[in-house]
């Protein structure tokens, strides 16, 4: 349980870190130079939500591999001893 919270917690502060992060290509930066200050911000905070789907998707995964493998390797144990 405690191990659950510090990565709610780690979530929550990347979440807070997200909405400052400036997550354009080159390609992105020279269009939103051309459209102005607020068109430039949402297509900033677009880009942020767009790659928030894969990175949860990789963590989930992520998530999974590692109770899977921690199971694993508890099952091991128990048969060792």
Known sequence: MKQVSKMMICAGVLLLISQIAEAQCSICTKTASQLGERPAKAL???????????????????????????????????IKH
């Open 44 to 78: 900033n905070s677009a880009i942020i939500y767009l790659a928030g789907a894969p990175l949860a998707i990789m963590g989930y995964i992520g998530w999974r591999w590692w109770k899977k493998e921690k199971e694993v390797t508890a099952h091991e144990n128990d």
